[in-house]
Each structure stands twice: as structure tokens, then as C-alpha cells.
């Protein structure tokens, strides 16, 4: 008689990164899923595919125990509670101190490249308080995964760069190894179904790109000259906060590139492609599948 395959379930899957980790594990034929959101009427093509569902907020922590019975491993997806000073790192206390009461055995993290305390709060000290959080818990095993930033982030901006011929950054010349959120969810959904050990993995891109060399593909994709002006950070978040982005996304934005100039976005592993067995896609070969982006 087989025993019974672990229970999985995966919180925030309402948004981009949890949905597409419950539609790879799904894929791969994976049993025993939940998807877990704020909001499951979200959820309900999942549900239609066999997928169980369960409200999961971590705002309300006393729901907590319910939501996570049975689970034998879990993905904590990183919320973007970002606007209120405190809140994100309280949501993911709250998340971990129920999954250890459950009796869940692994926990999966979406962290992020060179998570460490830092002054006066931010993203990167959010990870940081969630590892040690997550490393300080009962639960026997874990797995940290330090996300690099995004290749999608490179869009946010990419049409305002072509557009006007110049890219910004506080850098400092400093390369980054962008990862697609797709790799990024291939990744998670590995580690999730593995579930063993105790690791912090960085999660990267094949490369480590300068935002000199971002500029030069933004200019031979869109046939326009395109220049990376290198700025001060303080500058940088005056730039970005005159062109009306709302403080929080400056925060982290300016707070990202300051990573990247200490070399903490700089990190080249081979873990996507150990944990997945497919090489994770490169920054040119993802600018050039969203090239409409550009222009
Ligand atoms: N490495 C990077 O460059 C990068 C870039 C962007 C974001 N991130 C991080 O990665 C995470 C996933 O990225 P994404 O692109 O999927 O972001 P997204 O689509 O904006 O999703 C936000 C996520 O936060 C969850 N969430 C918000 N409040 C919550 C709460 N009270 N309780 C539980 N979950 C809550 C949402 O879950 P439901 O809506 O299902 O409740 C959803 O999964 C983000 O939340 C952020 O922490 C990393």
C-alpha cells in the first residue's frame, strides 16, 4: 500500500507568482494541492481543476490554525503589504507561528538577494526578520529562496527609457542577475515538491547585467538610442518620486539599487536549472519575447 503524498498548499495564490506555482504543480500532475488567498472566489478556475481552496490572510492571524490544518508543506509567498511600516513583517511572524502549530514539516520562503537588517525598516530587512523567523521556528525543514529581482521590473520602465532615450539607475555600474518570475515559480514549485533540507538558495538569472548593458539591448530592440545615466541614490528617488510613482515602489526601487551597488544582486547560481532541470531564460532572450513592451 503507498502512503498517503504530502499536503501542499501555497499562500497569496490569487496573485502572479502562487497562481503560477499552483498551475506548474498541477502540470505536473502534483496531488493533495491547496491554493490558499485573501479571497478564494479568485481561485475558482483552480478549484474547477480539482484544486482544493482556503482563505488565508495574514492580517488575521486567528484564522490561521484552520487554514493551514493538515498542510504537511507550505510556500509562504512574501505578501506586498508594504505601505504601513511594520506590517509585512508581522504578517509573515503570523504566518510562520502558525504553520510551526499545524505540525507543517516544510516550509518554502520567497525571500530575496542579500536579505539583512537594515536602518529604519524596508523590503530587504522584511526578508531578513522572515529567515531568521523561519530558521529560529520548530518546523524540521526549510527552504529559503532569495529571489533575484524580477526580469518583469524591467518592464515597468522599459517604454519610459525608450521613449526618452535615457535609462537611470543608482547602480553604481554594479550587474544584477534578474530572474523571469516564471523561473522564479518553476523554482518554488520544485523546492515545494522535494521539500527537504534546511537551505538558503539565491534564485538567479544565467547572468549578472549592468543596467549599461539593459540600456544597450533596450536600443537594439527599439532600434533607438537608448543611454544609462548612473545617479546618486537620492537623486535616483527624487526622479522617480517627480514622475508621480507612489513613495512605497520609490522605497523599494531606490532601495533595490542600492543592493545592487554593494554587489548584493550580483549572486550567479545554477539553482534554478538544479532545482528544475531547465536553465532559467537570460535578460536579452526575455526582453526580446516582450520586445512589444519596448515600444
Ligand atoms: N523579486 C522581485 O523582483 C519581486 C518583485 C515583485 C514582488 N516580489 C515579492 O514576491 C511576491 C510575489 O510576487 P507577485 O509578482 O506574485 O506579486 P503580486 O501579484 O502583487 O501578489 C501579491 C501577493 O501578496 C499576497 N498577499 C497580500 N496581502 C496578503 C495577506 N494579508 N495575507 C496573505 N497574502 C497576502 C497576495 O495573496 P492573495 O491576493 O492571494 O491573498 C499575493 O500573492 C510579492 O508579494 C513580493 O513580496 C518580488
Avoid at 491547496?34 to 478556475?45: F, G, M, V
Avoid at 529571489?147 to 521590473?153: F, G, K, L, Q, T
Wanted: glycine share 10%.
Amino acid at each position: 500500500m503507498s502512503a498517503t503524498p504530502p499536503r501542499l498548499l501555497v499562500t497569496g495564490a490569487g496573485g502572479q507568482l502562487g497562481r503560477r506555482v499552483v498551475e506548474l504543480l498541477l502540470e505536473t500532475g502534483t496531488p493533495n494541492l491547496i491554493a490558499a488567498s485573501r479571497d478564494p472566489s479568485k481561485l475558482a478556475d483552480l478549484a474547477a481543476r480539482g484544486v482544493e481552496t482556503r482563505r488565508v490572510d495574514f492580517n488575521d492571524p486567528a484564522s490561521l490554525a484552520a487554514a493551514f490544518a493538515g498542510v504537511d508543506r507550505l510556500l509562504l509567498v512574501s505578501t506586498d503589504s508594504l505601505d504601513v511600516p511594520g506590517r509585512r513583517i508581522a504578517q509573515h511572524r503570523a504566518a510562520i507561528a502558525a504553520a510551526q502549530d499545524a505540525g507543517v514539516n516544510h516550509l518554502v520562503y520567497t525571500s530575496a538577494p542579500g536579505a539583512r537588517p537594515q536602518e529604519g525598516g524596508g523590503v530587504i530587512d522584511d526578508h531578513f526578520w522572515t529567515e531568521q523567523a523561519v530558521a529560529a521556528s520548530a518546523i524540521p525543514g526549510w527552504t529559503i529562496l532569495r529571489h533575484n529581482i524580477y526580469a518583469e521590473i524591467l518592464l515597468m520602465g522599459a517604454g519610459q527609457a525608450v521613449a526618452s532615450g535615457a535609462l537611470y539607475s543608482a547602480t553604481a555600474g554594479a550587474g544584477r542577475a534578474y530572474v523571469s518570475r516564471e523561473d522564479c515559480a518553476r523554482t518554488d514549485a520544485a523546492a515545494l515538491r522535494q521539500g527537504e533540507g534546511r537551505r538558503i538558495l539565491d534564485v538567479s538569472g544565467p547572468a549578472a547585467v549592468t543596467q549599461d548593458e539593459v540600456a544597450a539591448l533596450y536600443a537594439k530592440l527599439s532600434g533607438k538610442p537608448v543611454t544609462h545615466h548612473a545617479l546618486p541614490a537620492d537623486a535616483l528617488c527624487q526622479g522617480l518620486a517627480g514622475a508621480g510613482l507612489p513613495p512605497s515602489l520609490v522605497a523599494v526601487l531606490v532601495d533595490f539599487d542600492v543592493a545592487a551597488a554593494e554587489g548584493q544582486h550580483a549572486i550567479v547560481t545554477d539553482v534554478v536549472e538544479t532545482l528544475t532541470g531547465q536553465a532559467p531564460v537570460s535578460v536579452a532572450a526575455f526582453l526580446e519575447a516582450h520586445r512589444a513592451a519596448l515600444v
